[in-house]
């Protein structure tokens, strides 16, 4: 797309010129600068020179693609026994992969589908949690694995996936892709009749976006193709047939630190939280949990069904 042409929103459909941002890209510290438009409507954010090949944005060092981390015998039992609790109500501690499982409603025998797995740490911990038929699929993993039995990822993308599942999971993944109609369009007939879509993303709704503008932490382009506003996905997903579950705000001091990084010049792949003070770290997490409470906070898990028309 050129930076120059008209912007038709991938959320609201809106036809027109965008209110347009150069952003840096900072996670590696490239020194590129890519432009970013948002939507004059919904606010949605799209990444408007979309580099012709994103495989070189995408190295071995990349954060998802990292080695897997494995627990032994003994840990593996404790997290299973520490999941068990927390479905029962007896424990406050949740399991390492997160609540959102608990929200979906989903049972350990469902089938469950991972898009953009990566290195399958996330399918691990639930694997080790009981569940127990688990597939991931990501394009950039160098081949296909079977992890454990009822663990397999694929090295595929989303649009040679067949079959039905009663959870698709989308973590960190769609504002990844480049034409998210297709790709939920192509989700909802991978889904169950009782099938939920869980997808994690990143919202232009954020107020670290609006208070600290192009060094926002989650704009990182060029990966980013797109952020929709929550208004924008929700245009979208119903025009699509399905039908809003329930959304829940879980952004983390990452946003924070990660941007403050940023207007210091340092790369995210350069260094972390450990760069800041302890007493730093508690402020900005109240913050987030503050902001999630109010609706403000950086990333929402939203759960979608189909509607009860189709």
């Not at 840096?24 to 990444?47: A, D």
């Not at 924070?256 to 302890?278: D, H, N, V």
């Not at 007493?279 to 503050?290: D, G, N, R, S, T």
């Amino acid at each position: 797309m050129s930076i120059d042409s008209v912007l038709v929103c991938k959320y609201c459909g809106h036809d027109g010129p965008p209110e347009k941002h150069q952003v840096k890209e900072m996670m590696f510290g490239t020194g590129e600068t890519f432009n970013i438009g948002s939507c004059q409507v919904c606010g949605s954010l799209h990444l408007l020179d979309i580099p012709d090949d994103l495989s070189p944005y995408y190295p071995p060092n990349y954060y998802s693609l990292n080695t897997l981390v494995t627990s032994g015998p003994v840990k593996k039992l404790l997290k299973r026994w520490r999941y068990r609790f927390f479905l029962s109500g007896l424990s406050f501690f949740r399991p390492i992969f997160g609540q959102w499982m608990l929200c979906s409603q989903t049972a350990t025998s469902a089938r469950i589908a991972d898009i953009g797995c990566g290195n399958g740490q996330l399918l691990y911990e639930m694997h080790v949690a009981g569940f127990s038929n688990l597939e991931g699929y990501d394009p950039f993993i160098p081949g296909d694995q079977v992890i454990a039995p009822g663990l397999k990822l694929f090295k595929k993308p989303l649009a040679q996936i067949e079959g039905t599942f009663d959870l698709i999971m989308m973590h960190h993944a769609l504002e990844h892709m480049e034409n998210p109609e297709e790709i939920l369009r192509k989700c909802k007939g991978l889904l169950s009749k009782k099938g939920v879509l869980l997808i994690r993303i990143p919202v232009s709704d954020a107020r670290v976006w609006e208070e600290e503008g192009v060094n926002w932490v989650q704009l990182d382009v060029p990966r980013h193709l797109h952020i929709p506003s929550i208004a924008g996905i929700k245009s979208l997903t119903e025009r699509l047939g399905f039908k809003l579950k329930a959304m829940d705000f879980d952004s983390t001091a990452f946003q924070f630190w990660g941007t403050a990084l940023y207007k210091e010049g340092i790369p995210l792949s350069k260094a972390g939280e450990q760069y800041f003070s302890e007493a730093a770290l508690k402020a900005w997490q109240q913050k987030a949990l503050l902001y999630n409470q109010q609706g403000l906070g950086d990333q929402v898990c939203f759960y979608f069904v189909k509607s009860e028309s189709d």
